[in-house]
């Protein structure tokens, strides 16, 4: 009888192989499960725009075209392959790849040895970044431009790490200023905590921090606490404090 009152599974959507990057080591990607009327709805419903080259790419008549459908993609899915006729142990093995591939800029040491590529391979990646205009998508961010286009505004990460001097207009207004007033109060409330000046109702001091929230809303204050860790100074001002 349970069984009979028991709604319906809805049918996954399934996403072509397309859809995938065609080099190892991609994301894992999960899609929630929605009922046949909502599917309609949304197949009525102006759709949701995929990965697109703004422009016409080279050989590409029309216009906004698949990146998948570019040359730059088809030559990794080619070089997908013969990466995986390779073993990454033979490939640390290596020392002009190891080499090739590890690069230092800035303080920041980045490994990509670790990963099943070669420099051929990653000459493939960068061609297809090119492809695709990476880096004016992320001149178009850094300016402000509307490049969120589900929701038709600008995409503000890099206002929240912009230095006090930086000029990031949106809109024709400087956004920076306002984020680092809320950056200021957020220093100010962190301070009182940490000093014992902000103190719960028992009006001890706190000393756990709960975090609620799923995914990045709790995995990024995480990161940052356990990174933190390991600051001898950070250790020092965290102890007998703890984060749920």
Not at 37 to 63: F, L, N
Not at 94 to 114: I, P, S
Not at 143 to 170: C, F, Q, W, Y
């Amino acid at each position: 009888r349970n069984a009979r009152k028991r709604r319906p599974t809805a049918p996954s959507p399934r996403l072509p192989m397309s859809a995938f990057v065609p080099v190892a080591h991609t994301r894992c990607v999960t899609q929630k499960f929605v009922s046949p009327s909502r599917v309609h709805k949304r197949t009525s419903a102006k759709p949701r725009m995929a990965p697109m080259v703004r422009g016409k790419p080279r050989g590409v008549a029309g216009d906004d075209v698949l990146i998948s459908t570019t040359p730059e993609w088809e030559a990794l899915k080619q070089e997908k392959l013969e990466i995986d006729k390779t073993h990454l142990r033979d490939l640390l093995g290596d020392a002009a790849r190891c080499e090739a591939l590890t690069v230092e800029y800035n303080g920041v040491y980045c490994d990509y040895a670790r990963q099943r590529v070669t420099p051929e391979t990653m000459k493939k990646l960068y061609a297809l970044a090119d492809a695709a205009d990476l880096r004016g998508k992320i001149n178009a961010m850094f300016s402000g431009e509307h490049i969120n286009s589900t929701e038709d505004r600008a995409v503000l990460h890099v206002a929240t790490r912009a230095p006090k001097d930086k000029v990031i207009n949106v809109d024709g207004k400087n956004v920076v200023p306002d984020v680092h007033e809320v950056l200021d109060k957020i220093k100010d409330f962190t301070d009182r905590i940490r000093n014992g000046e902000w103190v719960g109702a028992t009006g001890k001091p706190l000393t756990s921090v709960v975090a609620v929230g799923i995914g990045g809303s709790f995995l990024g204050p995480l990161f940052v606490h356990t990174s933190l860790r390991t600051c001898a100074e950070a250790a020092e001002g965290a102890r007998g404090r703890q984060l749920r």
